[in-house]
């Protein structure tokens, strides 16, 4: 990805990185960490598999959409911001640059240190004749029964390859004199999901500890399997096909069913690419695209392996050594020893960080409320939600007690459509009120509310958060949750689930920050007040993190503000479509981008107010989608205390230059190296806020 140049920055007013590029380089910051010797090395490992996770869902669905726009007509075409034909071809361009880089990085990298580190990734060529031995038993005993080898022939005019799913294409030959007859093709897919994992340990001998790819244990195994053969030459191939959902939001409709059919319908969306081994034969990847209709517009060189993203189940041979020092969940400072989370938060708010600090108190304060008699109803708004859900249970059990539940259930939430779906139906069978048809909007807020009836008088706590009610993801997404029961939010809180519940936007929202309603406004009011500021000679400045920053009318007033001197420091982890440091245009931005352990989840939006500093946690990045098309929450911080953890947070990761990158990627090299950390040294300033006494430490549930 290159910045504008100042040539081009003359031709065009304001400059705009090209959004796919912008993400195919975050996605580059991913490998970088697998290349990091710094980094433990099963830990590099797992991020060659994030990188590979990440570009299958891109090809899934942002090159598929590319697609799309370039099946559309000419004129329509040209009202665009990007020529789709042109951002194809630079995609296409920079994800094959990316995908050698990758192969040189497992090669020349990752292998050779693995067998340093007495871990031998075996091929079928390597195996002594033990091994060989074991592996053929492995072969008959596990892996064979589950293997349906599909002969192709003249008959077959379609075969149709499973989305994501890793085949073998087999090259076929008989034993005859001659030796003259035409080669078979088979294709085989090979049973990762019935394995359950895409490897298969080795017996360990002396201290060397074997592993193989259960791709090489089928290759070593093709005689035996296809035993009126006597040569193979086996390839792999996989599919990505079009993962975005075709779905027309309706003010009426069954919106569940329509995500189901949609659903389905993905299984057997086109193909966005065929990824093939670039030594497969050309006459072998002609009978596979003959017989898949795949053309060569789809076809995508890669390796001899595919969906490195199995490398997630790479076996850890029970080596903590090569993994990250574990970092164990801390107790909040003062929540842990408050024997209810609804008393206690009506004594004051509670800001909890993920995740450095635990889950459970989300969890407890679902619990709890399912189980106080004196709470009459819950709202909470799902996105993504773990499989085994504890807070989607807490609330099947308060609606089968009786409270007035109401849920948000986002059906749209991509990828995890599945699992929503589940707990809808588990929701509404106990009575609780479901709410997923929401026209033309996706509620991505991440909010609950809670009411008690105190002596007559019902009082409403409240969940604010940037991260999902997900257990699972919470140990890996760093995000901040606010717990609240301020009459200023809470009001505003019971505004928004009204809404859901009667579609009314005439509803006034005094304090949050809610998309599409006033967010934009007031983050524009926010900026042209620094703006003014800046022009009258006080001091000015924003910092603004998010996971990501497209949405051009926001870029352009940060470029106004930058004009006005004001200074804006961006950390956005993600995609950034803004180009700093463009004189007379952006030199007062800069931007920095954090990838380390965590996922850096969290939106913070700081503005300086001469002095009086406004500080507002969001939901939303400043995406149009997000700003425009979706059902985002912003809350302000009004707890000094709270505002002193946030600020302490971000001015780390201000400091950070051992994971902090520039905009093209380079790492952050100041002039004074200080080694600071960002996520080691948050961890360590939240363990010091823990009163002396408490046992900092507690494992999640």
Same mark, same amino acid.
């Given at each position: 990805?290159? %910045?504008?140049?100042?040539? =081009?920055?003359?031709?065009?007013?304001?400059?705009? !990185?090209?959004?796919?590029?912008?993400?195919?380089?975050?996605?580059?910051?991913?490998?970088?960490?697998?290349?990091?010797?710094?980094?433990?090395?099963?830990?590099?490992?797992?991020?060659?598999?994030?990188?590979?996770?990440?570009?299958?869902?891109?090809?899934?669905?942002?090159?598929?959409?590319?697609?799309?726009?370039?099946?559309?007509?000419?004129?329509?075409?040209?009202?665009?911001?990007?020529?789709?034909?042109?951002?194809?071809?630079?995609? +296409?361009?920079?994800?094959?640059?990316?995908?050698?880089?990758?192969?040189?990085?497992?090669?020349?990298?990752?292998?050779?240190?693995?067998?340093?580190?007495?871990? &031998?990734?075996?091929?079928? &060529?390597?195996?002594?004749? =033990?091994?060989?031995?074991?592996?053929?038993?492995?072969?008959?005993?596990?892996?064979?029964?589950?293997?349906?080898?599909?002969?192709?022939?003249?008959? =077959?005019?379609?075969?149709?390859?499973?989305?994501?799913? /890793?085949?073998?294409?087999? @090259?076929?030959?008989? %034993?005859?004199?001659?030796?003259?007859?035409?080669?078979?093709?088979?294709?085989?897919?090979?049973?990762?999901?019935?394995?359950?994992?895409?490897?298969?340990?080795?017996?360990?001998?002396?201290?060397?500890?074997?592993?193989?790819?259960?791709?090489?244990?089928?290759?070593?195994?093709?005689?035996?399997?296809?035993?009126?053969?006597?040569?193979?030459?086996? &390839?792999? /191939?996989?599919?990505?096909?079009?993962?975005?959902?075709?779905?027309?939001?309706?003010?009426?409709?069954?919106?569940?069913?329509?995500?189901?059919?949609?659903?389905?319908?993905?299984?057997?969306?086109?193909?966005?690419?065929?990824?093939?081994?670039?030594?497969?034969? #050309?006459?072998?990847?002609?009978?596979?695209?003959? &017989?898949?209709? /795949?053309?060569?517009?789809?076809?995508?060189?890669?390796?001899?392996?595919?969906?490195?993203?199995?490398?997630?189940?790479?076996?850890?041979?029970?080596?903590?050594?090569?993994?990250?020092?574990?970092?164990?969940?801390?107790?909040?400072?003062?929540?842990?020893?408050?024997? $209810?989370?609804?008393?206690?938060?009506?004594?004051?708010?509670?800001?909890?960080?993920?995740?450095?600090?635990?889950?459970?108190?989300?969890?407890?304060?679902?619990?709890?409320?399912?189980?106080?008699?004196?709470?009459?109803?819950?709202?909470?708004?799902?996105?993504?939600?773990? *499989?085994?859900?504890?807070?989607?249970?807490?609330?099947?059990?308060?609606?089968?007690?009786?409270?007035?539940?109401?849920?948000?259930?986002?059906?749209?939430?991509?990828?995890?459509?599945?699992?929503?779906?589940?707990?809808?139906?588990?929701?509404?069978?106990?009575?609780?009120?479901?709410?997923?048809?929401?026209?033309?909007?996706?509620?991505?807020?991440?909010?609950?509310? +809670?009411?008690?009836?105190?002596?007559?008088?019902?009082? *409403?706590?409240?969940?604010?958060?940037?991260?999902?009610?997900?257990?699972?993801?919470?140990?890996?997404?760093?995000?901040?949750?606010?717990?609240?029961?301020?009459?200023?939010?809470?009001?505003?809180?019971?505004?928004?689930?009204?809404?859901?519940?009667?579609?009314?936007?005439?509803?006034?929202?005094?304090?949050?920050?809610?998309?599409?309603?006033?967010?934009?406004?007031?983050?524009?009011?926010?900026?042209?007040?620094? !703006?003014?500021?800046?022009?009258?000679?006080?001091?000015?400045?924003?910092?603004?993190?998010? *996971?990501?920053?497209?949405?051009?009318?926001?870029?352009?007033?940060?470029?106004?503000?930058?004009?006005?001197?004001?200074?804006?420091?961006?950390?956005?982890?993600?995609? @950034?479509?803004?180009?700093?440091?463009?004189?007379?245009?952006?030199? $007062?931005?800069?931007?920095?981008?954090?990838?380390?352990?965590?996922?850096?989840?969290?939106?913070?939006?700081?503005?300086?107010?001469?002095?009086?500093?406004?500080?507002?946690?969001?939901?939303?990045?400043?995406?149009?989608?997000?700003?425009?098309?979706?059902?985002?929450?912003?809350?302000?911080?009004?707890?000094?205390?709270?505002?002193?953890? /946030?600020?302490?947070?971000?001015?780390? #990761?201000?400091?950070?230059?051992?994971?902090?990158?520039?905009?093209?990627?380079?790492?952050?090299?100041?002039?004074?190296?200080? $080694?600071?950390?960002?996520?080691?040294?948050?961890?360590?300033?939240?363990?010091?806020?823990?009163?002396?006494?408490?046992?900092?430490?507690?494992?999640?549930?």
């Amino acid at each position: 990805m290159k %910045p504008v140049t100042e040539t =081009e920055h003359k031709k065009a007013q304001e400059p705009f !990185i090209n959004r796919e590029l912008s993400w195919l380089a975050f996605n580059y910051r991913v490998l970088q960490e697998a290349k990091d010797k710094r980094v433990p090395l099963l830990e590099r490992v797992k991020f060659m598999a994030i990188f590979s996770s990440n570009l299958d869902e891109y090809f899934k669905v942002r090159v598929a959409t590319l697609k799309r726009l370039i099946k559309l007509k000419k004129k329509t075409r040209q009202k665009l911001s990007d020529d789709p034909t042109d951002t194809f071809e630079q995609v +296409i361009q920079e994800v094959k640059r990316q995908q050698e880089e990758f192969g040189k990085v497992f090669r020349e990298g990752i292998l050779p240190d693995l067998h340093q580190a007495n871990i &031998h990734l075996l091929t079928e &060529h390597d195996l002594n004749a =033990e091994q060989g031995k074991w592996v053929q038993q492995y072969f008959e005993e596990t892996l064979q029964p589950l293997l349906l080898p599909i002969i192709l022939d003249d008959t =077959e005019t379609h075969l149709f390859l499973h989305d994501q799913t /890793v085949y073998l294409a087999i @090259c076929l030959s008989e %034993p005859t004199d001659e030796n003259t007859k035409p080669a078979k093709v088979a294709m085989l897919e090979i049973p990762t999901k019935k394995l359950g994992s895409r490897f298969v340990k080795l017996p360990t001998v002396d201290g060397q500890r074997y592993v193989m790819f259960i791709d090489d244990v089928i290759r070593y195994c093709l005689p035996h399997l296809f035993p009126a053969y006597n040569k193979f030459e086996a &390839h792999a /191939v996989k599919v990505s096909r079009d993962a975005e959902l075709d779905i027309e939001e309706e003010v009426s409709g069954n919106m569940m069913a329509k995500i189901m059919r949609s659903l389905k319908k993905r299984e057997n969306g086109y193909p966005a690419r065929l990824l093939y081994d670039p030594e497969t034969p #050309q006459a072998l990847l002609g009978a596979i695209m003959a &017989h898949t209709g /795949v053309t060569e517009e789809e076809l995508v060189e890669g390796s001899k392996y595919h969906n490195f993203r199995d490398f997630f189940g790479f076996p850890d041979f029970n080596m903590p050594d090569f993994k990250y020092k574990p970092q164990p969940t801390l107790v909040h400072p003062w929540l842990e020893q408050e024997p $209810n989370m609804l008393e206690a938060i009506k004594k004051r708010d509670a800001l909890v960080h993920y995740p450095y600090q635990s889950f459970d108190y989300v969890l407890r304060l679902f619990r709890e409320a399912a189980d106080d008699p004196k709470v009459t109803a819950m709202s909470a708004t799902l996105y993504r939600v773990a *499989n085994n859900s504890a807070i989607a249970k807490a609330l099947v059990k308060a609606a089968k007690r009786g409270k007035l539940v109401t849920v948000v259930v986002e059906l749209k939430a991509r990828f995890d459509e599945e699992s929503n779906i589940f707990w809808a139906g588990k929701l509404q069978k106990a009575g609780a009120t479901v709410i997923f048809d929401i026209p033309d909007l996706k509620v991505h807020s991440k909010l609950g509310l +809670i009411t008690r009836n105190e002596n007559g008088k019902l009082i *409403n706590y409240a969940y604010l958060s940037t991260g999902n009610y997900n257990e699972d993801t919470a140990t890996t997404y760093a995000d901040h949750a606010l717990f609240t029961s301020d009459t200023r939010l809470t009001k505003d809180v019971e505004q928004v689930f009204n809404f859901f519940i009667d579609r009314q936007t005439n509803k006034e929202f005094k304090h949050l920050l809610v998309a599409p309603f006033n967010m934009r406004e007031r983050f524009v009011e926010l900026i042209d007040r620094e !703006i003014k500021n800046a022009k009258k000679g006080l001091p000015a400045s924003m910092t603004l993190k998010m *996971n990501a920053l497209q949405d051009g009318r926001m870029i352009k007033k940060l470029y106004k503000a930058s004009q006005a001197g004001v200074k804006v420091q961006l950390l956005v982890r993600g995609i @950034c479509c803004l180009v700093p440091g463009v004189e007379g245009l952006s030199e $007062n931005i800069t931007v920095r981008s954090i990838v380390d352990r965590y996922l850096e989840h969290a939106r913070v939006y700081i503005f300086h107010n001469n002095g009086k500093e406004e500080y507002y946690i969001a939901s939303a990045d400043w995406m149009t989608r997000n700003l425009n098309r979706r059902i985002e929450v912003g809350f302000p911080l009004l707890q000094p205390e709270l505002v002193e953890e /946030v600020q302490h947070i971000i001015d780390l #990761q201000l400091t950070d230059d051992t994971k902090t990158r520039n905009i093209d990627n380079s790492y952050v090299q100041p002039p004074a190296p200080t $080694n600071i950390r960002a996520q080691y040294e948050t961890y360590n300033y939240l363990r010091s806020l823990i009163p002396e006494g408490i046992n900092p430490e507690r494992k999640q549930e």
